[in-house]
């Protein structure tokens, strides 16, 4: 008999039957009241959760539409942006504002590694950049930012939009847009919010709208803010059809995050990440991204030596836990393991003695129980 199958890759994560169950749903008109109103509460709590007296835009679109709104809302042709990239997702927002004819200068860090702030800070110095943005955990190399830090810099640069990929980050990471001054905060349903892949979420400050105020008529349509803001303040009113019933889905995903409570929330995820990395460096992995700036939803774990990745990533998904493999210069060298969202004790357990199970069947040396004790011991 097969094991069920664990999909813990970075997204999409495990989708709990009582969020399954909203996209199941009977669709209705979006005009229909009580839909108007389920979609009001959303806005209402995300903005709520997020703490910022600025806007909140859930449209269709994946995670990459959230890049684009953050950057063609806030910066026009010939303005000049800062990147800060700590992988692959940070290098999306080069590749997204060279079509855009932006002046744009990167700070990049190795793989692993992070850019330090006063390096940052430097940078902002030399030049009037009217947007900075940063990936908050770069899925690519498991690397978290510190949001904090570099928002206490960008905050004293009036000019400069703080923007903030958390496409792997929100609802796992800690993420308070007005206290951080973040400017943009922008994710998906499909990571941390543990709703299936469809919609892109925005939190836009104050000084992020005024900016787009600014900018008068701007070249997008389906991402320009100011088609879509009437509709986040009334979606009785119609601009493009929302996706119902993934609104629910999300709805029911932020009834979860409240009745845990977001806060512990972070705590949990925070915790189960220190629990999950010293298990998988217990079995002879070690993790890519530097200590002190580990991510809380993903880890990135290299091999080591001995252990072909693709071998490997075949057994433990014949076994029933699905990762995914490395990108870019790692593709090969290391397996990138998802724990966020609405994942469990039970989860971790079965992911960690499923990892035992393939290495011993890939015929590297193992002791059966030993990351499994290193788990149990950190969680308990
Ligand atoms: N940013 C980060 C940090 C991501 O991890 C991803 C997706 N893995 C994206 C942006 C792009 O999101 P999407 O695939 O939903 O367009």
Redesign the pocket.
């Known amino acids: 008999m097969k094991n069920k199958k664990l999909v813990m890759i970075?997204?999409p994560t495990p989708v709990l039957r009582s969020i399954q169950d909203q996209m199941g749903r009977e669709t209705v008109a979006f005009k229909d009241p009580d839909f108007v109103n389920d979609f009001k509460s959303v806005v209402k709590d995300l903005k709520e959760l997020w703490k910022t007296s600025g806007e909140v835009f859930v449209i269709a679109g994946?995670?990459?539409?959230?890049?684009e709104m953050a950057v063609c809302n806030t910066v026009q042709k010939g303005d000049s942006i800062l990147i800060i990239s700590h992988g692959y997702?940070g290098d999306?927002f080069t590749e997204l504002c060279e079509r855009k004819g932006l002046d744009i200068d990167v700070i990049s860090s190795e793989w692993g590694k992070v850019v330090p702030v006063e390096d940052i800070k430097a940078k902002l110095e030399s030049k009037n950049y009217k947007a900075v943005t940063v990936?908050?955990?770069?899925?690519?190399t498991g690397v978290m930012a510190d949001i904090e830090a570099i928002g206490d810099v960008v905050k004293d640069f009036e000019d400069t939009m703080f923007i903030v990929?958390?496409?792997?980050?929100t609802a796992a990471a800690k993420e308070y847009v007005d206290e951080m001054h973040i400017d943009i905060l922008l994710t998906?349903t499909?990571?941390a919010f543990g709703v299936a892949?469809g919609l892109?979420m925005l939190w836009a400050s104050e000084k992020a709208m005024a900016r787009r105020e600014s900018l008068g008529m701007i070249p997008e349509y389906y991402a320009d803010f100011n088609k879509w803001l009437p509709i986040m303040h009334d979606p009785m009113k119609y601009f493009g059809t929302p996706a119902v019933n993934l609104i629910w889905a999300l709805q029911e995903s932020i009834r979860i995050i409240k009745e845990e409570g977001i806060d512990n929330r972070y705590d949990r995820h925070e915790k189960n990440a220190n629990a999950m990395q010293k298990a998988v460096e217990a079995l002879g992995f070690s993790i890519l991204a530097e200590k002190g700036y580990r991510a809380v939803s993903l880890s990135n774990c290299l091999y080591p030596e001995g252990i072909n990745d693709a071998e490997f990533r075949q057994v433990l998904a014949d076994e029933g836990i699905v990762v995914a493999g490395g990108l870019g210069p790692y593709a090969g060298k290391l397996f990138r393991l998802g724990h966020m969202g609405n994942i469990d004790t039970h989860d971790m357990v079965s992911v960690i003695a499923t990892i035992e199970r393939a290495l011993y069947k890939v015929g590297y040396p193992v002791k059966f129980g030993t990351g499994v004790g290193v788990l149990l011991e950190n969680l308990m």
């Open positions: 970075p997204g994946s995670g990459t539409l959230g890049m997702f999306r990936t908050h955990v770069d899925t690519a990929d958390g496409v792997c980050a998906g499909q990571k892949p892109t």
